[in-house]
């Protein structure tokens, strides 16, 4: 699909994380409020915004008056790595618990279901699942590879260190 390809190169895509208006949660500790004050550990608005900006490194994020929000990143879905050409983000939107992504060119047009659907049968195609032994570790390259996310059999535990 060279002409999706181009359109990637040309305008980017925009990745917008839309959180839900209510958190409430589950222990006695926890008090309801919103997602993104749960997330960003405030209330004020500046505050939340800035700690928006630093922490999620997002471009823009947007406040709604329903309690919801959306953190906006615009970025170039194919990178030059390695001399290699690699496409790094999933582009197919989701929706998890108080979470949901949605996934569009870079000037905000729809990217073609049928498009997606090619890249997402390309990744699964290229996908290694790895047969874990008791005391094995895997790094993984995000600029290069992608990790699945597929459910793992209890008892599981996932250690994670991210570095620049």
Not at 5 to 31: A, C, M
Not at 62 to 76: E, H, L, R, V
Request: glycine share 4%; aromatic share 8%; with cysteine.
């Amino acid at each position: 699909m060279p002409e999706v390809v181009e359109k990637f190169e040309q305008d980017g895509i925009i990745y917008t994380l839309h959180t839900k208006s209510k958190y409430i949660g589950t222990s006695t500790i926890d008090t309801e409020c919103t997602v993104w004050q749960r997330m960003l550990k405030t209330t004020n608005l500046v505050e939340a915004e800035n700690r928006a900006l630093e922490m999620l490194n997002c471009d823009k994020v947007k406040f709604n008056n329903d309690g919801s929000a959306d953190f906006t990143y615009q970025m170039k879905p194919i990178r030059k790595y390695n001399n290699k050409r690699v496409m790094w983000p999933r582009l197919k939107s989701y929706e998890i618990g108080d979470r949901e992504t949605i996934v569009t060119y870079g000037d905000g047009s729809p990217i073609p279901s049928e498009a997606i659907e090619t890249i997402e049968k390309i990744y699964e195609e290229n996908c290694v699942d790895i047969n874990w032994q008791k005391g094995d570790i895997v790094l993984v390259d995000n600029l290069t590879v992608q990790h699945a996310r597929r459910p793992g059999k209890p008892p599981r535990v996932v250690l994670v260190s991210i570095s620049n």
